[in-house]
């Protein structure tokens, strides 16, 4: 199964919104309400901001928000800061019953 | 406190053979779904296996046949066997734990490096 489809960067200033997306198929995104997204910082471990489409974990910044539309779910960051800057992957499960096949990574920029 | 350590890593030629360890603390492993995620260098992460609790188990196409998962409740550990290893095998491999019923990565080991390389 190919990778889900990301843009390869994106980038905002200080205080700014920025949505990612993040585009499958009705086998992937489309066809299930479990998408979720995780934060990479180079070197370190990836980071759950995101599950079942629009939830956030516990205690993680309401900054962070998750939406689906038929094939396509996005990532909206607000209020982008500095510490933002990482690479953002979508992942989802699919109809082969597996849990993650991800996207492939957005870099985001904060300029 | 939940906590993954991955070992077991190193460097091999290709056809060899490698295990990965995850140690778990904080929760049972067996009670959970667990799978491998590995980021090849300058690329993305890729689901790699995930074993269910009830024991199922499931692969990626790209190490279907060659890559073997499997937990020892007694250790609470989760392994993974390489076996057959291509150079594009080389990456950095993540433990990483999913709740019953749910298909999110809620926590991750720190990653071990497996370089296939002769």
């Known amino acids: 199964q190919s990778a889900l489809t990301q843009p390869a960067s994106v980038s905002g200033s200080p205080g700014q919104s920025i949505t990612i997306s993040c585009t499958g198929t009705?086998?992937?995104?489309?066809?299930?309400?479990?998408v979720s997204w995780y934060q990479h910082h180079p070197g370190k471990v990836p980071k759950l901001i995101i599950y079942?489409?629009?939830n956030r974990p516990s205690g993680l910044s309401n900054r962070f928000s998750g939406s689906k539309s038929g094939n396509t779910a996005s990532l909206t960051i607000s209020g982008l800061q500095a510490e933002d800057e990482a690479t953002y992957y979508c992942?989802?499960?699919?109809?082969?019953?597996?849990?993650?096949?991800f996207g492939t990574g957005t870099t985001v920029t904060v300029l | 406190e939940v906590q993954l350590v991955e070992s077991g890593g190193g460097l091999v030629q290709p056809g060899g053979s490698l295990r990965l360890s995850c140690a778990a603390s904080?929760?049972?492993?067996?009670?959970?779904?667990m799978s491998w995620v590995r980021q090849a260098p300058g690329t993305g992460l890729e689901w790699v296996s995930v074993?269910?609790?009830?024991?199922?188990?499931y692969y990626s196409d790209s190490v279907k046949g060659r890559f073997t998962i499997s937990r020892d409740t007694s250790k609470n550990t989760l392994y993974l066997q390489l076996n057959s290893l291509r150079v594009e095998d080389t990456a950095v491999y993540f433990c990483?734990?999913?709740?019953?019923?749910?298909?999110?990565?809620?926590?991750w080991g720190q990653g071990t490096l497996v370089t296939v390389s002769s």
């Open positions: 990483a734990r999913s709740v019953p019923g749910s298909y999110y990565f809620d926590y």
């Open positions: 904080g929760f049972i492993v067996s009670s959970n779904s």
């Open positions: 074993i269910y609790s009830g024991g199922s188990t």
């Open positions: 009705s086998s992937d995104v489309g066809g299930y309400n479990y």
């Open positions: 079942d489409v629009s």
């Open positions: 992942s989802s499960s699919t109809s082969t019953n597996t849990p993650g096949l």
